[in-house]
């Protein structure tokens, strides 16, 4: 039987052992989970080679991983510099020393910002242009602490050392600066919650169903000029008839807008 040259059984060891001692850790294990959350949360993922050399996101996840490791074990500068790499390849840029769960999923990347003291539950999940970023000089807390089960859109930014409860959405484009509830989705800028409502653990992207109350307001306060300005005029011409009929459209029109209202919760519109 001829022999395998020595470099191929070098290479079969080195691969066999790490591979045991990958599977020994739970880090296989983690590696497949990592995988199989791109699967469920992006539908263009077609298979695993793809999703391996393709996806900037999860790249940038497992860079971190190692960038957090030589981090909490005071290599400060290699854990560093290994995160200014990984931005420098996926565009995202995430600190060593931000804290980050299970079954994390940045969807596309690009410009993501994950400051240092930052902390991510698990089943997160943040698209494009999002920042995770500080609002102090000082060397304490000052970037979000994010629950589980958080979407956050494309283009949010969410500032201070502030929490987002669990199942929260976030729309894109909004800017947090306080903290958001669970069950909540919020808006606007600065955001506010809009609503709140109970869901389950499974992971919800549709973060495009946002509610828009105060616009709704707007157009009926439009309207309520108009049907006074109808009164008047009726007032004007003598016919109290007129001036009875818009007062009973008014009445319910206004039943319609405050029920409206009343489904949702907004801050600072009672």
Known sequence: MKKLPTKTVAVLALGTSMYLALKRSGALETLKEDIQTVFERDPA??????????????????????????WEHNFKFAGRFLSHISRFLTGIEIHPGAKIGKRFFIDHGMGVVIGETTEVGDDVTLYQGVTLGGTSLKKVKRHPTLGNNVVVGSGAKVLGALKIG??????????????????????????????????????DLEHTKLPDVEGKVIRYLLHRIEELEKEISALREGKPEAIDKERKKEAEELKKIEKYIKSYEIEGLE
């Open 166 to 203: 669990d199942n929260s959405k976030i729309g894109s484009g909004s800017v947090v600066i306080r903290d958001v509830p669970e069950n909540s989705t919020v808006v606007g800028i600065p955001a506010k919650v809009v609503k709140k409502e109970k869901v389950d653990k499974k992971v």
């Open 45 to 70: 993922a077609r298979s695993v080679p793809e999703i391996i050399f393709c996806y900037p996101g999860l790249h940038a996840l497992w860079f971190h991983r190692a960038a957090h490791f030589l």
